[in-house]
């Protein structure tokens, strides 16, 4: 006869006698026969986890904690209520022999038992960080709400929390130590995270958040998060994310829309009686109404259903922002958020309201460009190398070029070139960075590094760069691997190296000029290398006059003369030929002229700029007693250039005043709206790349260069450089766009104390991120950041 298998929650339908009320009782029945039998102990049957705890603490011959017997108790009489458990553990009572313990417990708990596992912290602890991560482990997927405000475990912890995950799902943190977030591990049920005051946070990691695909909120406010772009591209890795702060409202403790703007909260978040008794144990905790939020997630992942709210303009004034990350301050802040993460309903406690994101969308287009070139759709370069070889011309043409252009069709190769730069630049939004000048073994004193001051690349060999040291050095390197050709040790005092310009003309000569006024003209072919050694055999093909105090030199387009300003009101002009200084021009302006440029195709057109905040176009064919034009800026100038057709000017002024202007008359053509840091000392440079195409700017007292569309202004990226051994800041003191690579530049950078270094760092937007690996050196070093170019 067939076996027949019952569940039956209250009684047996064959016997009709009366049975447990545990819906894992079990009868079987055989014929006329009846037996019966318990899947798992009914939970009168079990033991509390009391008793469990007290039978370990004999095991181990240990003392109680009262305030572990305590928490036992209150969750055996719930589960006496309710049929599980629900345990909340807080760790400022504990020690580490408690953690022992515990782990035993929760171990032995079955999982059917055990619904959620709380663990809070509020003051100051020390505990050991592998016996806490072997608590969060032990209570793996009932793993509730993590909240750790105060821990002096702290970095052996943290590493291995952001290394390996947990199975939490809601994370409150408010003493990560981290510089560059780097939270990569598996956290699949994470829904809210909080890393509220985390004041080391700067960066994040390329992977960062990559392994959350159910975080609903997270809050980031009074961090140091400062990139837009770097923000941005670590919070695409998270698919759900709904709520977003990096500031809130006073009144907020998480991340849902704010009272007092949009009324009450009825509805929006379901919490139970147990969340109100956890705030009123922590004082409020932030995030502690949304502790059991997950009870209110659907299967398919979506939120609990929200009321209509109707939100007026006059109600969106009453924000005022609160502990905001630097990041806040960014112009269109809110704009660039709301357009980056389309699936975004709540940002900083205000709504996003579909009115709000049409704006945000029109803000964006005129102020930012998604990818170069007004591509405005990230293309495979399979597909555009597949077209280009069958000569296709249906590629995506931006619809300007279709209304303005009718044979569009007949696309060149410029137009290919551009295409695949633009798809390359949007699989690359982590730029691959390489630094170009660690050349110990050059010098004999091997404690010693070479420390760049200014450089320049070659006008006609792509893989040539020379840069001068604050030691007096010169050195000429192959850039693309990075091997040195010619190295000049410094002859006398120690100078730094502030004016460096090649011939054109005569590839191989280049002017040099220091601080100390020496100016020199020397032929890198006189330089040979004999077993790996570089030494001088009569590399100095001429000396010239002095020109004290000395910032930039420039040679003009026909190799015949160059200008010398520096820290005064006069500038030089030299004949290369003989030698000689020709002409002293003096008083040409207010203030000191810091860097004087020849135009790129004219050898008598010439641009001053200067601290006086006056830029000035002069030509050699007249008498200069007036400049061809005067235009000024509101700051002082650092430095000025023109652009590879001489068709404009670009202009840099103190703290990221940089406009470019029409080269003819000094209008202006674009002015490129940086945000301005306050500082007088935050002296800002800018160049070409891609020929005329867009610009590089950075500035003395930041971690970052913008990259602007030349043309219309538009914001392309900002690059954040970092030392990629130390994770500290670094700061740009002078940059270059590529003459001969699309979307390349070099920038050379310094960070500051406690160990200053000076480095050419080499960066490729085209290419995946890559950290640079560096070696910190202490120097001590003479302030000449607002001199040269």
Same mark, same amino acid.
């Given at each position: 006869?067939?076996?027949?298998?019952?569940?039956?929650?209250?009684?047996?339908?064959?016997?009709?006698?009366?049975?447990?009320?545990?819906?894992?009782?079990?009868?079987?029945?055989?014929?006329? #026969?009846?037996?019966? $039998?318990?899947?798992?102990?009914?939970?009168?049957?079990?033991?509390?986890?009391?008793?469990?705890? !007290?039978?370990?603490?004999?095991?181990?011959?240990?003392?109680?904690?009262?305030?572990?017997?305590?928490?036992?108790?209150?969750?055996?009489?719930?589960?006496?209520?309710?049929?599980?458990?629900?345990?909340?553990?807080?760790?400022?009572?504990?020690?580490?022999?408690?953690?022992?313990?515990?782990?035993?417990?929760?171990?032995?708990?079955?999982?059917?038992?055990?619904?959620?596992?709380?663990?809070?912290?509020? *003051?100051?602890? &020390?505990?050991?960080?592998?016996?806490?991560?072997?608590?969060?482990?032990?209570?793996?997927?009932?793993?509730?709400?993590?909240?750790?405000?105060?821990?002096?475990?702290?970095?052996?912890?943290?590493?291995?929390?952001?290394?390996?995950?947990?199975?939490?799902?809601?994370?409150?943190?408010?003493?990560? !130590?981290?510089?560059?977030?780097? $939270?990569?591990?598996?956290?699949?049920?994470?829904?809210?995270?909080?890393?509220?005051?985390?004041?080391?946070?700067?960066?994040?990691?390329?992977?960062?958040?990559?392994? $959350?695909?159910?975080?609903?909120?997270?809050?980031?406010?009074?961090?140091?998060?400062?990139?837009?772009?770097?923000? *941005?591209?670590?919070?695409?890795?998270?698919?759900? !994310?709904?709520?977003?702060?990096?500031?809130?409202?006073?009144?907020?403790?998480?991340?849902?829309?704010?009272?007092?703007?949009?009324?009450?909260?009825?509805?929006?978040?379901?919490?139970?009686? /147990?969340?109100?008794?956890?705030?009123?144990?922590?004082?409020?905790?932030?995030?502690?109404?949304?502790?059991?939020? +997950?009870?209110?997630?659907?299967?398919?992942?979506?939120?609990?259903?929200?009321?209509?709210?109707?939100?007026?303009? &006059?109600?969106?004034?009453?924000?005022?922002?609160?502990?905001?990350?630097?990041?806040?301050?960014?112009?269109?802040?809110?704009?660039?958020?709301?357009?980056?993460?389309?699936?975004?309903?709540?940002?900083?406690?205000?709504?996003?309201?579909?009115?709000?994101?049409?704006?945000?969308?029109?803000?964006?287009?005129?102020?930012?460009?998604?990818?170069?070139?007004?591509?405005?759709?990230?293309?495979?370069?399979?597909?555009?190398? /597949?077209?280009?070889?069958?000569?296709?011309?249906?590629?995506?043409?931006?619809?300007?070029?279709?209304?303005?252009?009718?044979?569009? $069709?007949?696309?060149?190769?410029?137009?290919?070139?551009?295409?695949?730069?633009?798809?390359?630049?949007?699989?690359?939004?982590?730029?691959?960075?390489?630094?170009?000048?660690?050349?110990?073994?050059?010098?004999?004193?091997?404690?010693?590094?070479?420390?760049?001051?200014?450089?320049?690349?070659?006008?006609?060999?792509?893989?040539?760069?020379?840069?001068?040291?604050?030691?007096?050095?010169?050195?000429?390197?192959?850039?693309?691997?990075?091997?040195?050709?010619?190295?000049?040790?410094?002859?006398? *005092?120690?100078?730094?190296?502030?004016?460096?310009?090649?011939?054109? &003309?005569?590839?191989?000569?280049?002017?040099? #000029?220091?601080?100390?006024?020496?100016?020199?003209?020397?032929?890198?072919?006189?330089?040979?290398?004999?077993?790996?050694?570089?030494? +001088?055999?009569?590399?100095?093909?001429?000396?010239?006059?002095?020109?004290?105090?000395?910032?930039?030199?420039?040679?003009?387009?026909?190799?015949?003369?160059?200008?010398?300003?520096?820290?005064?009101?006069?500038?030089?002009?030299?004949?290369?030929?003989?030698?000689?200084?020709?002409?002293?021009?003096?008083?040409?302006? /207010?203030?000191?002229?810091?860097?004087?440029?020849?135009?790129?195709?004219?050898?008598?057109?010439?641009?001053?700029?200067?601290?006086?905040?006056?830029?000035?176009?002069?030509?050699?064919?007249?008498?200069?007693?007036?400049?061809?034009?005067?235009?000024?800026?509101?700051?002082?100038?650092?430095?000025?250039?023109?652009?590879?057709?001489?068709?404009?000017?670009?202009?840099?002024?103190?703290?990221?005043?940089?406009?470019?202007?029409?080269?003819?008359?000094?209008?202006?053509?674009?002015?490129?709206?940086?945000?301005?840091?306050?500082?007088?000392?935050?002296?800002? /440079?800018?160049?070409?790349?891609?020929?005329?195409?867009?610009?590089?700017?950075?500035?003395?007292?930041?971690?970052?260069?913008?990259?602007?569309?030349?043309?219309?202004?538009?914001?392309?990226?900002?690059?954040?450089?970092?030392?990629?051994?130390?994770?500290?800041?670094?700061?740009?003191?002078?940059?270059? #766009?590529?003459?001969?690579?699309?979307?390349?530049?070099?920038?050379?950078?310094?960070?500051?104390?406690?160990?200053?270094?000076?480095?050419?760092?080499?960066?490729?937007?085209?290419?995946?991120?890559?950290?640079?690996?560096?070696?910190?050196?202490?120097?001590?070093?003479?302030?000449?950041?607002?001199?040269?170019?």
């Amino acid at each position: 006869m067939p076996l027949r298998l019952y569940f039956s929650p209250s009684f047996c339908m064959i016997c009709a006698d009366k049975s447990t009320s545990n819906i894992n009782h079990v009868r079987f029945h055989k014929g006329g #026969g009846c037996a019966s $039998m318990n899947l798992y102990s009914a939970s009168m049957d079990s033991p509390s986890l009391q008793s469990l705890y !007290l039978d370990y603490c004999r095991r181990h011959e240990l003392m109680p904690n009262e305030a572990i017997s305590s928490w036992f108790s209150k969750a055996d009489d719930e589960k006496t209520r309710r049929g599980k458990y629900n345990l909340a553990i807080l760790l400022d009572q504990l020690t580490n022999i408690d953690l022992l313990t515990l782990i035993d417990v929760i171990q032995s708990v079955d999982t059917f038992q055990l619904e959620s596992v709380d663990i809070l912290n509020e *003051t100051s602890c &020390q505990l050991n960080a592998q016996l806490l991560m072997s608590l969060m482990r032990a209570a793996d997927e009932k793993l509730n709400v993590v909240y750790l405000q105060d821990m002096s475990s702290g970095e052996d912890f943290f590493r291995e929390l952001s290394r390996n995950g947990i199975s939490c799902r809601v994370l409150n943190i408010w003493s990560l !130590l981290q510089q560059k977030l780097n $939270m990569v591990g598996i956290f699949n049920q994470l829904h809210t995270l909080n890393l509220d005051f985390c004041t080391s946070i700067t960066n994040f990691h390329k992977d960062c958040f990559s392994g $959350m695909p159910n975080l609903m909120r997270l809050s980031m406010c009074e961090t140091r998060v400062s990139n837009l772009w770097v923000a *941005t591209t670590a919070l695409s890795n998270l698919p759900s !994310l709904v709520e977003l702060r990096f500031q809130k409202c006073l009144c907020c403790q998480d991340t849902s829309p704010c009272i007092s703007l949009y009324g009450k909260k009825d509805n929006l978040f379901v919490s139970g009686d /147990r969340d109100a008794e956890l705030c009123t144990s922590l004082k409020h905790l932030a995030f502690s109404s949304q502790a059991e939020f +997950e009870n209110e997630i659907s299967d398919s992942g979506k939120l609990p259903m929200k009321p209509e709210l109707r939100v007026t303009e &006059q109600s969106l004034k009453k924000y005022i922002s609160h502990h905001p990350s630097p990041i806040c301050y960014e112009k269109h802040y809110r704009e660039y958020m709301i357009v980056s993460f389309p699936r975004l309903e709540v940002l900083d406690n205000m709504l996003i309201l579909k009115n709000e994101k049409e704006t945000a969308r029109h803000v964006f287009s005129s102020c930012y460009e998604i990818l170069p070139y007004k591509r405005k759709h990230r293309e495979s370069l399979v597909d555009i190398l /597949r077209d280009r070889e069958a000569g296709a011309a249906n590629l995506y043409h931006p619809s300007s070029l279709r209304r303005k252009d009718p044979g569009f $069709m007949n696309v060149g190769p410029s137009f290919y070139l551009r295409t695949l730069s633009a798809a390359k630049l949007g699989s690359s939004l982590w730029p691959y960075m390489e630094p170009v000048s660690n050349f110990i073994h050059l010098i004999k004193d091997e404690t010693r590094r070479l420390r760049p001051r200014q450089f320049e690349y070659h006008p006609s060999d792509s893989s040539l760069m020379v840069f001068g040291t604050l030691d007096g050095e010169i050195v000429v390197i192959n850039s693309d691997n990075g091997k040195p050709i010619s190295y000049l040790p410094s002859v006398g *005092t120690d100078n730094s190296i502030l004016g460096l310009c090649w011939l054109k &003309q005569s590839p191989s000569m280049l002017v040099a #000029g220091s601080d100390n006024g020496s100016l020199k003209l020397f032929d890198i072919k006189s330089i040979r290398t004999n077993n790996s050694e570089l030494y +001088e055999i009569s590399s100095v093909k001429a000396t010239f006059q002095d020109f004290e105090q000395l910032t930039s030199v420039h040679v003009n387009s026909t190799d015949e003369r160059f200008l010398v300003s520096g820290f005064s009101r006069d500038l030089a002009l030299y004949d290369i030929t003989s030698g000689k200084r020709i002409e002293l021009f003096t008083d040409l302006h /207010r203030e000191p002229i810091n860097v004087a440029k020849f135009a790129n195709h004219s050898p008598f057109m010439f641009v001053t700029s200067s601290f006086d905040r006056d830029v000035k176009m002069w030509d050699l064919r007249q008498k200069l007693l007036r400049p061809c034009y005067t235009t000024s800026s509101s700051r002082g100038n650092v430095m000025t250039c023109f652009s590879p057709d001489d068709c404009y000017l670009l202009v840099s002024a103190v703290d990221n005043e940089v406009k470019q202007l029409f080269a003819v008359d000094g209008r202006l053509h674009t002015n490129f709206e940086i945000a301005h840091t306050c500082s007088s000392h935050n002296y800002t /440079r800018s160049y070409y790349m891609n020929g005329r195409d867009y610009i590089v700017s950075g500035s003395c007292d930041e971690q970052v260069v913008h990259v602007c569309c030349a043309q219309t202004g538009r914001r392309l990226r900002d690059v954040y450089l970092e030392d990629g051994e130390s994770g500290n800041s670094l700061y740009v003191q002078s940059l270059r #766009g590529d003459p001969f690579r699309d979307f390349h530049f070099s920038v050379l950078v310094t960070s500051k104390l406690p160990s200053l270094k000076w480095e050419i760092v080499k960066i490729n937007m085209l290419s995946s991120y890559h950290d640079t690996t560096e070696h910190a050196h202490a120097a001590t070093v003479r302030s000449s950041f607002g001199l040269g170019g």
